[in-house]
């Protein structure tokens, strides 16, 4: 028996590079006793448009690093 959209797990994934979003996809696909609705947008904005639209269950997001400050002191 198959699940149903209402059984289904709707998860937004935030990513601006495809083939990460792909391998979040692929990598939910190994639980098969859950079922995922995955949806992807490329950026935050648009992720704000998504969730007025409709809900998610899960968000994924991707945050970026910032440069490191240079080190100082002991910790250098």
């Known amino acids: 028996m198959s699940p149903s959209n209402d059984d289904a797990i709707r998860v937004l994934i935030v990513e601006d590079e495809i083939e990460a979003a792909r391998l ?3 990598r939910l696909s190994y639980y098969p006793s859950a079922h995922f609705v ?3 947008v490329p950026d935050l904005r648009s992720a ?3 969730i007025e639209q409709e809900a998610f ?7 970026r ?3 490191a400050p240079p080190a100082s002191g002991v910790a250098a």
């Open 24 to 26: 979040v996809t692929r």
């Open 65 to 67: 690093r910032r440069a």
């Open 57 to 63: 269950e899960v968000m994924v997001l991707h945050k």
């Open 38 to 40: 995955v949806t992807h």
């Open 48 to 50: 704000f448009t998504r």
